[in-house]
């Protein structure tokens, strides 16, 4: 088709906010030409629920706590960036022992994550045999992770200065036993994806994204490295012990959803390298140092690589027991737009499994916007606006 | 008579509506994970649903934000009579650990009446588990 959309042959879908791909609350405005998507306007703030604001109000022990609970799938990542930045504004280097602890749980977190949303796939796929068998084989991951900090999901464990609990012999022979079952599954896993005709119909040459589009869309994660662009924080800017384990990043080249599954497949089997070098290479000693209650005034950046992408954190201290300003910003958002992308020009019965391939995680990405109902304009405000705004309101009562 | 079967009915296969109002998803994946073969309370009839007009039981997670607040009224207005509500973890129950923040209700009773609350954060997929047992026995009364 070519030239113009007439407008009265456009129909639009409005999708949610409740149950859309995901179980979470999110809506997607789609405008339909006959069965082909010609425009997507996603609306993903019915989660907000002001953490940064919250940040202010709690010292920097509290946050912890806070933060984890900005997304609960990727709980532990988001301690350690928090923590990662609270330590370089109080200027403390955490023991070895403790960023290999890190590393591990992190890499573990990342293996319940991609399988968890490879299930999520294949229920989306309407394969629910698959969806079934990888949740099972799930269990094992998070019988680990309980194993190690006591929790099934919210663990806990990064605190300021290192980690809360230590890992034993026993718990480390349990893991490697863990991972060796858990490698043999994956092998299963990737003979499906390889040769499933079914699978292989719904997502080959579905929902492409080419790499010039997702570096200017500034996608992150898998959904970049699906393209074939070699970009992970892991490698580029090592963070904890990374810059001391030897691990390939995963990438692929057609940029379709078979790629984002092909990715997260091959992150799994590099994750469970990770682990195992890790707990053959992991240094004696204590797993944690006392940081200052109070911190200087400062201003750092934090930055990891969580199952979905590139997570960034602010931070400014003033010199008391709580943030100035916490800044999140985190990987679904940044995927956003190039989801849209994905979308535009495939049909009505691919937007499950495109809208599912980023992996989305919203709780994470609700933004303040204004719309001003009237004449229908929509702008954003930063913070000086937002103060300058508070100010003038507070200044009339 | 009847009434006596579709009562028997409902507590044999209760059909549930999973419904997110601003949680962190640790409540949502323990709810399916609740739902998936280690755990299955498919054992107990109970089936996800996508659509509030087929669902017997709403499982709310999260503290409600202002944005969802209609949304859910909304939902629960729309799932047919008798409808039950199952609240999910500590933020459905009190806020949790969003207490004191500008943008939420703290708890789902504050906007629809709650029949049986689980706490923990998350609670344990046994956790839920015991809750929908708790509610079949208040359908079994009601």
Known sequence: MSGEYEPESIFEIPVGPQHPALKEPILLHFKIEGDIIVDVIPRPAYTHRGIEKATEARNYIQNIYLCERVCGICSFIHTLVYTQGVERLAEVEPPPRAKYIRVIVSELERIHSHALWLGVAAHELGFDTLFYYIWRDRELVMDLLELITGNRVNYAMSTVGGVRRDITDEVAHQIKKGMKIFRERLDVYTEVVEQEPTLRKRVVDVGKLSPHDAVALCAVGPTLRATGVKRDVRADDPYQAYDEIPFNVATYHTGDVLAQIVVRVLEMYEAANIIDYALDHMPGGPIRVKVPWNIAPNEVISRGEAPRGELFYYFKSNGTEKPERVKIRTPTLANIPAVRQMLLGYHIAEIPIVFASIDPCLSCTARFSFIDVKTGKSWVWDREQLRRYSLKWYGKQ | ?142
């Open chain 2, 1 to 142: 008579m009847a009434l006596g079967l579709v009562k028997w009915a409902r507590i044999k296969s209760p059909w549930i509506l999973h419904f997110n109002t601003g949680a962190c998803n640790a409540c949502d994946i323990e709810v399916l994970a609740a739902l998936t073969p280690r755990f299955d309370v498919e054992r107990f009839g109970i089936l996800l649903k996508g659509s509030p007009r087929h669902a017997d039981v709403m499982v709310v997670t999260g503290s409600v934000t202002r944005q969802i607040r209609d949304r859910l009224v909304r939902v629960y207005e729309q799932m047919p009579e008798p409808k039950f509500v199952l609240a999910v973890g500590n933020c459905a129950a009190t806020g949790g650990v969003f207490q004191q923040c500008y943008n939420v209700y703290e708890g789902i009773d504050k906007v629809i009446p709650v029949d049986v609350y689980v706490p923990g954060c998350p609670p344990r997929p046994e956790a839920i588990i015991y809750g929908v047992v708790k509610l079949l026995e208040k359908l079994a009364k009601s």
